[in-house]
């Protein structure tokens, strides 16, 4: 294997954060796309380059890019470097005997065309049962979460009632499928009627609304459980949360993978849940995690999930955005409900 | 033994719910004093006559006195019945071959100066070791709920940094010194300077603080937890819970015991939570509980913190109001903050 050899240069195009923002949407003030001159060849002993194929975008982003005193999960972005997310790329240049030109990777690392990374923080990927942008989907990060969420915090058993929120987005399409096959009655909330059918008519959920049109939460919750909710997995924050606490079973628990609602603004501003007080009553446990916590369980899942994908039990989305430039765009998609399955930005074709 | 051969008239007094009330302090126009004439030796085959010595007031009794739609915890008290209480008496009468006349017992029923109970809801006491009275404090409910709250649901480690809300209060008293003997650093939070005095050089908490002078409880919580805090043990809700949420460690536990803060309101009234994004980020569990969950445990809890009491190791306070028309009076210092150790009301002397 020869490395350093010769200067094998190319454009690289890098997405940096140059501010940070407590509020609304991220625009182009906030991330910047960085052109420079890459040499490929360029890694050191250990390193390879990688072509990047795809970019992970997911809601948590949004954290690290608020004020380090603000952000909430591991540490923030740093300023005038590029950020970084789940990524898969194909290896272009190896100077790590573990790795050869043409394998496919997975890691979490720089947002970019072009990235050196350490070997250490690779993991090569099986590409033939699964396709690349698998493992970002269910395969990865946020097959984890959904995973760990529902399976280990939620704790589902046979005829449980189950809600989930953002049942359309990347976690919740896998959430709802795996309670599904669990044993759970599964219900789920999403922000357009073509969500609503697809996720009844193609993803198996028992029913679904469209939380936009319905007026009167507490009504649907009623109409839709009336027996109550033994699991609520909660994606949004706020005032689904609140509803949902006045519909909880003795016993229930709530996962809390994300309160997207909460995002994109200040927490003194965010919605105040007034009755927690329902927890008490009813025995409830609500409880937070990070997927983080369970990257020691990513062979079991992958496993079962793997499993369940090859007998066709879990049916999956993808809402591809194409080139680095379409990152923010992809992004912005998160808040506004555009999205449905896990949002994408494809670097280079298959 | 025998029974039902004679009248024994005496008059009895009980504790009668005449209407229900979501808001404000409870008076007379909700709990009202019956008077009637009892016959001590009427009761049937397997039950007992007992005469009533003391009486628990707990915070939780608030929930009861609200329209049965607005309660959360077991079903809410019938009007124009008495209410019912953890009682402590002294048996007076027996239909029942398991109980002896000056038996002590315990059990859960009406509020009044004599009762007829079925044996099977009353448990005996050993009155050699411990005085009557303990059995509705560090030996009774209260002392069960601590135990299971901190030490079942709080999972303390040595070395966790404990906040135990309501500190003075009867459970309060109990969590936070079961946490010192895990080895936890505990700081306590309570409504008067008498009283954070009293858990520094009494019972041994590590600090303590008043909520009611301190103006600013972010900066107070900084100062006593500038590690930032493990175990918060919940029992007023609302701001203070709010505040603890920006002051979390990962993996924090809130075991939630009540939320005495909320109680006299409405809950769309109570303050509302804006920051639960944080039990997200730092992967924390809020937890809710109810000591009826955790009634299977009372040999195993009467054991280890009888144990303690018998060693030194648990101190407690008794708050007793006299006679069964101190009840209301009683039960409203539970909010306002006034109450040190666990609130009785004794019946007849000992």
Redesign the interface.
């Known amino acids: 294997m020869m490395y350093g050899s010769m200067e094998h240069m190319v454009k690289n195009r890098e997405l940096v954060l140059v501010s940070y923002t407590e509020e609304g949407p991220v625009t182009d003030d906030h991330l910047k796309i960085r052109e420079s001159n890459f040499n490929i060849n360029g890694c050191k002993e250990g390193e390879v380059t990688v072509q990047n194929m795809w970019v992970s975008v997911d809601p948590y982003i949004r954290?690290l890019i608020k004020e380090p005193a603000r952000?909430?999960?591991f540490d923030t972005f740093k300023l005038n470097e590029p950020i970084t997310s789940p990524m898969v790329g194909k290896v272009v240049f190896s100077a790590n005997s573990g790795f050869e030109v043409g394998d496919v990777v997975t890691g979490m690392y720089q947002v970019s065309e072009y990235t050196i990374v350490e070997g250490s923080a690779l993991r090569k990927l099986d590409t033939n049962l699964f396709k690349p942008s698998d493992y970002l989907g269910p395969l990865g990060t946020v097959g984890l979460t959904a995973w760990a969420g529902i399976l280990l915090v939620g704790e589902p058993k046979p005829g449980d009632e189950v809600l989930v929120s953002a049942a359309a987005g990347a976690v919740g399409l896998l959430v709802g499928q795996l309670a599904k096959i669990k044993g759970c009655r599964v219900v789920g909330s999403a922000g357009s009627d073509q969500k609503v059918k697809m996720l009844k008519e193609e993803f198996g959920f028992d029913d679904a609304f469209n939380y936009k049109t319905q007026t009167d939460w507490d009504a649907a919750l009623s109409k839709y459980f009336p027996k109550g909710i033994d699991i609520y997995f909660e994606n949004v924050?706020g005032k689904m949360?609140?509803t949902v606490l006045?519909h909880i079973n003795m016993k229930a628990r709530i996962p809390?993978?994300?309160?997207i609602s909460?995002y994109n603004q200040d927490?003194?501003?965010?919605?105040?849940?007034?009755?927690?007080?329902?927890?008490?009553?009813?025995?409830?446990?609500?409880?937070?995690?990070?997927v983080v916590?369970y990257f020691h369980c990513m062979e079991e899942f992958v496993k079962e999930v793997g499993g369940y994908m090859q007998q066709g039990k879990i049916k999956y989305r993808e809402d591809v955005h194409v080139g680095i430039e379409s990152f923010l765009e992809a992004f912005n998609s998160l808040f506004s409900g555009g999205n449905i399955g896990k949002t994408l930005v494809q670097l280079t074709p298959k």
């Open positions: 954290w952000a909430l999960y924050g949360l609140e006045n809390l993978c994300g309160m909460q927490w003194k501003e965010s919605y105040g849940v007034r009755n927690l007080i329902n927890l008490v009553g009813k025995s409830g446990k609500m409880q937070g995690f990070t916590e």
